[in-house]
């Protein structure tokens, strides 16, 4: 009789970023010898998934008591998301809790590019990663310095592609899922339509950021990033609940406190889906201050150049910060984010930011690195074959061997068992 693995944990999969990134590091998992198992909630994880699979087709009222139940009866000791602000996600996270499973939650990296986090609990607004200064310093003296890596390779075109087709087959199936609602505010035909006059309109934009490059020339200049108005970054983890709101929060403060030879140079998100006319309503405000020749609309560039040479950069919580504070360019953050620490990003209200910007201080912004890299960083990304096998190998190291096991017990997890 062929020799069977001992199965050592069991991982419950909810949703997954577009791909086939949770499909290969759950196989990787089961080469190991765990066990997998996997909630659908529409058409797009469904086909994203080739591997056996429950498909939820309930209301959300009813998620709390199916998820439960499903935990009980397959013996689950570990929960993987990606993200953890989804309705659907944050109910089975409380839920996990309450069973006291190992909850992993994957999203961005904190520190860009090439780095995706997964962390124990929570990410971002909801991480456990301490505020404390003093904390990095202490836990980095016993780590080895950042090491250096080529770049991982990308592709935009690839994400486009295996994004259309996870929305594609959501409207496709969408009998399948009749109660199912996107934690995404916009509906999928809607964000569709905003790509495809985007895409439309591709080489316009490409003529205009040249033409605002060559007006902002040689001035020196402050950069403002939009983040994605969909982001939970935004809608959770900040005050404005909305891009739109945070737009106009920063072209009015710059319009009063910013020194009169500096230009603010806003960034569009190179994934904007298009359904805000960003160029219509900054220059719109920005006239009605009286700022008009002062602030730029960006549609198109190479955000990391553009932060490099900034005066200073706000963000509201994204992690194009990290790319600024790695070269020393001060950072102010408006919403929550990890890396939101005294000596590291702007501590004053974002008026005193744009004539006194606070610069990091290299030995402590080390010290966060070395500690993320150490606690809750994988190598790697979504948009190549060596991107997605890097990110698997490093999730199966930190999931498989690195954390500690629960065990269910009359269908009760122990987080200090194993």
Not at 187 to 192: D, G, I, K, N, Y
Not at 244 to 266: D, H, N
Not at 286 to 304: K, M, N, Q, S
Request: glycine share 10%; charged share 20%.
């Amino acid at each position: 009789m062929k020799h069977q693995p001992l199965v050592r944990k069991h991982f419950l999969f909810l949703q997954g970023p577009p791909g086939p990134f949770f499909a290969m590091l759950a196989d990787r998992l089961e080469q190991d010898g765990h066990r997998v198992h996997r909630i659908n909630f529409n058409g797009g994880d469904r086909a994203s998934w080739p591997g056996p699979a429950t498909d939820y087709r309930g209301n959300a009222a009813d998620w709390p008591r199916f998820f439960d139940a499903f935990v009980v009866a397959e013996r689950i000791t570990d929960l993987v998301l990606f993200g953890d602000c989804r309705p659907l996600h944050r109910t089975a996270h409380g839920m996990a809790t309450l069973r006291k499973l190992r909850i992993h939650v994957l999203e961005e990296g904190y520190i860009r590019p090439d780095w995706m986090t997964l962390e124990l609990d929570g990410v971002n607004g909801n991480s456990t990663l301490s505020r404390d200064p003093k904390w990095y310093l202490a836990e980095a003296r016993g780590l080895p310095p950042l090491p250096t890596f080529p770049p991982v390779a990308s592709s935009f075109e690839r994400r486009a592609r295996e994004a259309f087709a996870y929305y594609a087959q959501s409207i496709f199936q969408i009998w399948r899922f009749p109660h199912y609602r996107s934690h995404r505010p916009q509906a999928a035909l809607l964000e569709s339509y905003g790509w495809f006059w985007r895409l439309l309109g591709r080489g316009g934009a490409r003529r205009r950021s040249q033409q605002v490059l060559k007006t902002l020339g040689d001035a020196p200049y402050f950069a403002f990033p939009l983040q994605l108005n969909s982001d939970h970054q935004i809608r959770t983890h900040s005050p404005f609940g909305s891009m739109k709101v945070a737009a106009e929060y920063v072209i009015e403060s710059f319009a009063r406190a910013a020194p009169p030879e500096t230009r603010l140079l806003i960034k569009e998100h190179p994934l904007d889906n298009g359904l805000i006319n960003w160029r219509r309503l900054i220059g719109a405000q920005a006239a009605a201050l009286g700022v008009a020749d002062r602030v730029l609309l960006l549609e198109e560039g190479d955000v990391a150049r553009i932060v490099a040479k900034a005066c200073g950069v706000v963000t509201i919580n994204s992690t194009t910060g990290t790319l600024a504070l790695s070269v020393g360019v001060p950072t102010a953050v408006l919403g929550q984010a990890v890396y939101h620490i005294a000596g590291i990003t702007h501590q004053g209200p974002l008026d005193s930011f744009w004539r006194s910007p606070s610069p990091p201080k290299a030995e402590l912004y080390d010290a966060f690195c070395r500690v993320l890299l150490n606690r809750c960083l994988i190598r790697g990304g979504f948009l190549s074959d060596e991107g997605l096998a890097l990110l698997v190998d490093g999730a199966v190291q930190r999931l498989g061997s690195g954390q500690r096991l629960s065990v269910l017990a009359g269908g009760v997890g122990d987080r200090s068992a194993g």
